[in-house]
C-alpha cells in the first residue's frame, strides 16, 4: 500500500511544474517553522499572515497545503488587511474641499464692494473669464454681508398714510318693527370720527346699491378729492 501512494505521489509530481513545488515546499517549511516555535499553539504573526494572503493570491492550490488553520481563516486575514490598507490611505489624505487661497478671498471682496450692483453669479462669470476655477456657491461666501436696509413695520406704515386711510363697513341691523336696515359707514382714521353713515330700508327685501348712492358719491369727493370707482362701476 506504502509502494502504491509513493508511486501515486511521483506521477503526481511529475505531472506538477516547477513553480508549483516550489510554492508548496516554502508553505510546508512555514508551517513547520511555525510548530518549532515555542507555544503550545502555533500563533502567527503579522509576517505570517501576510505570507498566507500573498500565497493565496499567486498560488491557485494554497488550500492544499494548509494544515494549521482553515482556508476561511486567511481570507478572513486578507478582507481584514484590505480594510487597514483603505483606512491608511483615506486618514493620510486631506479630507473636504481645498482651502481658498487670501489672494482669492481679496479679489472677491473687492469686486463686490467695488460693484454694489453684482451678485455672486456676476462675480463668478467674471472669475471664469480670468481663469480662475472656483463655485459659484464659494463666491456667495467669500462675499461680505452687506447690511439689509431696514424695512418699515406695519406700525409705522399706518402711522406714515394714516391721513389717507378710511374704513368702510357695510352691515345689517334688524329693528322692533321686524324691518332690515343697510347700514354704510365711513370712518376717517386720522380723525377717528365717521364721516359718513347710511341707513336704508330696502325694496322688496334686497339691500339697497350703497357704492352707487349719491350720497356716498359725494362722501367720496370730499375725502379724497376725486371720484373712485369700483370694481364693475
Known sequence: MSFVLALLGALRATLRTRTDLVLENLALRQQLALLRRRSKR?????????????????WAGWRRTLHLVRPETVIRW?????????????????????????ELLKLVRTM??????WGAPRIHGELLKLGIEVSQRTVARLMPRRPKPPSQTWRTFLQNHVAD?????FFVVPTATFRVLYVFVVLLHHRRRVVLSLARVAAGGCPPAAPT?????????????????YAGE
Not at 42 to 58: I, T, Y
Not at 81 to 102: D, N
Not at 213 to 229: A, E, H, K, W
Open 42 to 58: 502555533p500563533q502567527f504573526g503579522r509576517f505570517d499572515r501576510a505570507f498566507w494572503v500573498w500565497l493565496s493570491n499567486c
Open 78 to 102: 486578507h478582507r481584514q488587511g484590505f480594510r487597514a490598507f483603505w483606512t491608511w490611505k483615506s486618514r493620510r489624505a486631506r479630507l473636504g474641499r481645498p482651502p481658498v487661497g487670501l
Open 112 to 117: 463686490a464692494l467695488a460693484n454694489p450692483l
Open 213 to 229: 348712492d349719491p350720497d356716498v358719491q359725494n362722501s367720496r369727493i370730499r375725502l379724497f378729492g376725486t371720484r373712485i370707482r
Open 165 to 169: 386711510l378710511v374704513s368702510v363697513d
